[in-house]
């Protein structure tokens, strides 16, 4: 059984005290293991990319920006390995994992625009003689800890920019999917970059504690649940670091009277079941304005799930795949449970999934839940599974109130034709991501991603100019040069005088 | 005696039930109390914000904007007034409280400008008929805890930008000198603020400790000293509340074997002993490079200091008054002693100072030690008071080592002709503002004020560009419009015809 | 009969050898008349300019903004006296005279932010310890040339960013309502302005020639009609000045089916007819889609505009005065006439507008006419008057198609719900300025105003970003410090070791 | 003898009615033709532009960006061939083939982040529920004429912004040296730029004047001479178009006696003689400060000049090579005779420089001329050739009062250690490039570049952020949705109580 190990300071290093092993979720099988990193190996990433620091501040911005040219360059022609690593220990369809690596490559297009997004702001004569200017500076050594739905995306949220502005990197992902991350970050190193400038550590609490503590690292991003985003944002910041982490999620669509219901249902299919809904920005609950609507939209909808295809991850036409672990699979049926259990009506039923040849795999199907009502369990909780709720309002305020009054914040959409209802819900919802008609807002990569409440512990959001900030820090300079110089010098300037 | 009360949704609240004296620093008598709030108070002025806040918020920015246009005319109609309050409860001659109102009302400028500092960015054709755009939306109620030192500036740096930003705001503001602080909050009532968008609670840390941890409250800043700032920081965040903490420094000049030495001196006259070196911004360590430079500048600052004028706050041609306290006095005398016991020179000595006709008074005069070192007490920590330290280096990158090991990274200054020393300074120095030949770099309004390491927790500066980003939160929208409607339906386009 | 003369260098000049009548619109009575500026009272009047502007180019931005905030305060104070004297001289209603300024007030508003707008861009190590910078730097001397219609409003769209940016100003505004354009510049010199820097010249063709062809004058601005723009562009374009110069406009609301008619007409209303029509943004072309919507569009304006009030400046509660002159009230009937000949319909017939009282005034009732087509004359040219024309189509594409084709593309409009119809309007049409449900889409003054196509001649937007961008020039500054200097000489490093 | 085509909507076409000859400056023969475009051809290319046009304007910006990513990497591997067309049509030298080359590829590079670089100003809440935003919409067909002496670099200014910011683009390069951009322009065709959006067209002043007059072409960007810019600039405006000329140079480095004269001497012999001096940045006049420093210049680069090697394009150690054409080399040699005459003193002589091997080649040596005063023909006239003069003041003011005076101000330099000069110089000349120690001060691609007086006509600079505004216009939008629709609709929302 091969053991996926770590990349430090330029050079792959195994740490096999202790391993865990790495499943292929759509067969249930395991056939590699995952090096979890001591804190002796962690350290030793931090010292290479301390020591990688000062040569890769001082390198040109512009000449930091070609290696992501370059990189770019390779991840395309590797997308169809990454997304073979990605199908194998995540289970994602292929045509989902080069989606998502798509969107992990658009931050390493953005990336390249470093010299532009590092300008700072310059203003002279502030006052007599005296100039004023602020510079954004990197930071040193920074830290990512990454979820394993988009092992291939929300690590090139991170490192991409972080590299980029001057800093040097110690990424920390899944442990569940390690894979396609790893070989990634190789093909920087290929790309170019110096040894020690990328590091990957594999592992668990044990890797995240030394990085979260370690007073070297100076920054640490994190994407994944809710209650470990917050355990990192107290822990990173009682350690002075800066720290942006990002949580859970519960993504309500209005569906209005005026909705195109055909349409709807079909941006819905994908926002809720893509992936099988293990996305932080899966749209998971549908609130219908007015009994016509959701009624519309609950017969429509059970009518195009018919179609969707559930298995695994190499067959190219399945529209979705298996879940993460048997555990996870278990835990999203028991909130279909609770929900029947609670007074919902089970419209689709996924719990009793099985894909033909597959039967160790671990699926859910798509699942259809109308009536739903903001006291179930199922409502209030994310459930991270292919998993669709319909809750039905009278009011397109009711609806909002809904949304505001949820713990979590991160995206959001309405569905209507009509211009004031869209800018009146986009001017006061309460949600950091929010879509007219489109179901999964997530910004493109020159704007930023991030929600509020609870699903974004932090100032700034994720990648985009907001990326450009956490990665950097603001040095403001004031410069007066004082006057009987060589410019106004005597001796010099009349030497025929004397 | 007068009490300095709270000035909630509009109205000045007393709440009599704990209160403690205002002293005169320059008679060391004690003529007003303040109120001190109690939780339920507190809460009281929360609850007027939080009711003020959905109309404020719908306020069109420029609509608020105008507010402070009209507050920046009653500012500078006041202006001798609020200097005459700063002086009575704080000590600061007139002609420095009346530049620190003028650094505040630079605040207030900046702030006229919301309409174009919250702008947000807009992409057209992210994807076909696909736009997206990102806002910078207020984040509700926010509060600002300041301290005594600057009790006009400070407070000035917050409120403005957060209100003008759509925010409702809180201040607790030191209980040593309210006075100015308070009243100045009443121009801006006065300036057609709405009730209950700005208020000020007087108290201590029942009053602190109620703001960081009411949900209500989604952001502080703070000034102060470092523990201070850290256990804001901290608590705030773990609370789930946006902070930013500004704490102590140590900020150190280099004085380079070429530079102007007169004007050096002069120049730091100010900077080390203006505000009787109680500003977080003070030059309190002069690091001369080479022999020559050190004893040309102790010998010049000697001299010079002998014009040096303390005494209390109403002598307009004094250079500067009194301390906060009689504890505080006490203490910075104790620093120089400790300075002498552990071997530096006491140049120019200013613990026994005396001020005729107030003998009472909280007095120290202008000190200059020669011959400090690293180890000393006196040098690793932050002394608040009019006490200038020589250190004697070599090299300047000893000089710079020196101060990239300080714990503190507020302000730094270089004082040469020499542009590439200025350069590698500017660039390698790890502090957050930086002055070439400007002892005081406290970055104009339109820059922002931060410093790094421990002498600023958070991400994001005070005022200028950060603080728009603090008092703002972003809401990244994408919107696409479905097809077939009215603009391609045939129904209406022809009626005429069939 | 008194005089309005020139301002020059601070002071009001009288150059009596050419004038002209002033005359009150409402009453066709003259009691004034302007003093026709010779070549030499111009050149006066740009050597003054010149002389100011080595000291003024020199004061710090923020100084300079603040005699914007004082200035300000003075217009805000004497706005019924500027209303007044826009009343007596053009015929504005006070209502309309005192928006007209409110609107001008916020470009000095915006004007006040000069410190944030002339920032520039800084870029650290764009190669190994090389630096690079762009500064916004002023231009000299610079000359605005304004219209009649807003002789308020049009002048601070110029010079207050042109003066803040470091500027001298010229202005040479219409001689057909001189005072109040004078009045307002005098408020800008007791404000603080140093002398010189401001000046207003009073003149006719003469002045303008002088302007363009001097050499000292590096841009001009104008605002008129297109074939003097398209002059005034071609001469100091060929004169090596920088130019920009907004002329005509036929600006068309698209009303969809879904448009709320009620909503619609009471929009138009006010777009059409307000300030007699005489305004660059007024809306005169009706475009309706489905001959229902026409109806309907034609009944209820027709119903509507019996309650329009008509009369002389200084009644509050008349909606619009006469026109500028008696010239132009026959011109407009002369289009209403060719309406009617070339086969419209006219609904609402303004030809014989009278005003009891003032029998002699210059004014024409507001006019609706229907069943304009493209080939009629008063469909092509640009009328200026209270006369708002409908054109019947039968698509939405049909409306753009027409707005596309004409010569101008100054402003336009679509009434709709529809979000669709809203987003491919505004992509689509080749216009500068677009309204979704707002007539007149004047943008506001952070934004910056503009037509395409022969609206306007020149590459940058008046006011707004743009202004900023105009007045200045940019200077990009690249700087390396060769080593070996003070930082890294010996000498005196260690001059009591050796 | 092979012909050089045009590109016209991805076809290469011959237009054989007219042609000039290509010669290789290195030997003075000829080898290559080039077809001359004839009006129709001219049109041809217009034609497909236009055709072109609204596909392309609708791709997203993104997708554009990602043509640019391919066409860089296709760059970097053809740079050999590249670098061979441009010796055997222009002469340069590889390594400065290869040089210009890179300059060009960063402006790719640039262009590259596009969607970052087109995004618009978003205002939410102008007024009650009214938004406003400004878009930069693509202009349509554009043009470009470019010189011969930067053959692959100068284009690369032009069209790959214009190109990624939605518009059509026409080049019609230099006809003495066309193979290079020619082949360059295919390579972005095979980098997927869809037929019709790049189209070359080689030619003379019919081409030209095609463009000028055609009212399909928007916009004009020229670089070349000052009389050509000028005719250029005039007749594209009177025919409506944008349009930026850049024209001609006169350099000035100012050496002041701080200054470190190896090194000066060092940056001045590539910036006076690389490119054999034809280029608008060449450093073709140094103004010493006091004779000491005059003195020890002249001796110096005397000295160093020795070690020139000029030569034939393929020889890689050969510093410079011809000039572009016999009659040039005429010209500049008849400039050396002038100063000769004038009184200046022939230091160094290239006027009879023989290459052995390539005696027909268009060789000119480097050349120093000392004690050159502002009167003589070759001070006041751009030489464009291998010759550096000296100019010899008492101060630095009179340096300066000698640069601004001169017509030209493109580029323009200072030597010295003194950051006080140099703050001075900065600010003070009236030159639109600045370099403190950097002789060439070109700037970096995410700036711009541009001369002030007669080296530059139009408002906006080349490439950088000012490319972005001038291949753009600027559309704002103001949008507020009327009340009363389906959010505030009763019918639905209340179905169930009736």
Redesign the interface.
């Known amino acids: 059984m091969s053991t996926v190990g770590h990349l430090i300071n330029g050079q792959i290093v195994n740490d096999k005290n202790r391993t865990q092993p790495i499943f292929n979720p759509s067969t249930g099988d395991s056939t590699r293991q995952v090096a979890l990193a001591s804190k002796a190996t962690v350290e030793q990433a931090i010292a290479a990319a301390q020591a990688a620091y000062p040569a890769w501040r ?1 390198t ?3 000449k930091r ?2 290696i992501m ?1 370059r990189f ?2 390779l991840l395309e022609q590797n997308a169809d390995h990454i997304a073979q690593l990605i199908g194998e220990e995540y289970g994602k369809i292929q045509h989902d994992a080069l989606g998502e690596l798509q969107r992990g490559i ?1 931050n390493v ?2 990336a ?2 470093a ?21 954004f ?1 990197p930071l040193g050594v920074v830290a990512g800890i990454t979820p394993f739905n988009f092992p291939a995306m929300v690590p090139l949220w991170m490192y991409p920019m972080a590299i980029v502005c001057g800093n040097c990197f110690i990424l920390k992902p899944s442990e569940r999917d390690p894979s396609s991350t790893l070989f990634i970050a190789q093909l920087l190193q290929q790309a170019g970059l110096p040894d020690g400038v990328m590091n990957v550590v594999n592992g668990d609490k044990e890797a995240v504690d030394t990085l979260l503590r370690d007073p070297r690292v100076q920054a640490v991003s994190f994407v994944g649940s809710t209650p470990i985003a917050e355990y990192i ?2 822990t990173a ?2 350690h ?1 670091k ?1 720290c942006q982490a990002l949580g859970g999620a519960k993504n309500h669509a209005i569906v ?3 909705a ?1 219901m055909d ?1 709807t249902v079909n941006q819905l299919l994908g926002a809720a079941f893509g992936s099988s809904g293990e996305r932080c920005m899966a749209l998971s609950v549908a609130v219908a ?5 959701a009624d519309a939209l609950v017969a429509k909808m059970a009518e195009a799930m018919k179609a969707l295809k559930v298995g695994a991850y190499n067959v190219p036409s399945n529209d979705f795949g298996p879940v993460i672990t048997a555990q996870h699979r278990d835990k999203i049926v028991g909130y279909i449970d609770s929900a029947e259990k609670q007074g919902a009506r089970i419209v689709v039923d996924g719990r009793n999934q099985v894909v033909n040849g597959h039967e160790n795999g671990f699926f859910v199907g798509g699942t259809l839940i109308d009536r739903v009502t903001p006291e179930m369990t199922s409502y209030q909780e994310e459930i991270f599974g292919p998993v669709l709720q319909v809750v039905r309002v ?3 305020q009711e609806a909002m109130d809904l949304i505001n009054a949820h713990e979590y914040g991160n995206g959001t959409c309405i569905f ?9 819900f ?2 006061h919802i309460m ?8 179901p999964l ?10 929600g ?1 409440k ?1 699903s974004l ?5 994720a990648y985009g ?2 990326g450009v ?2 990665y950097t ?15 106004e ?1 005597a001796v ?5 005088m004397k």
């Open positions: 001082a040109p911005p512009i920006a070609r040219f770019k360059e658009e297009e953005y390249c625009g010299p532009e997004l590092l300008k700072g702001e310059h203003s002279a004569n502030v006052g007599p003689g005296i100039d004023a200017w602020s510079e500076q944002y107290t910041s009682a002075g800066r209005m009277p005026d195109d349409n304005v007015g009994d016509a609507a009278k009011t397109m209507t034709r009509d211009g004031e209802a869209a800018r009146y986009t001017d949600v950091g991501m929010v879509g007219i008609n489109v807002p997530v910004p493109v990569a020159y704007h930023s991603f991030g509020w609870r512990f932090g100032d700034l959001h100019p907001d900030r956490f820090r603001r040095k403001a300079i004031t410069q007066r040069w004082p006057s009987a110089g060589v410019r010098g010099f300037s009349m030497p025929t």
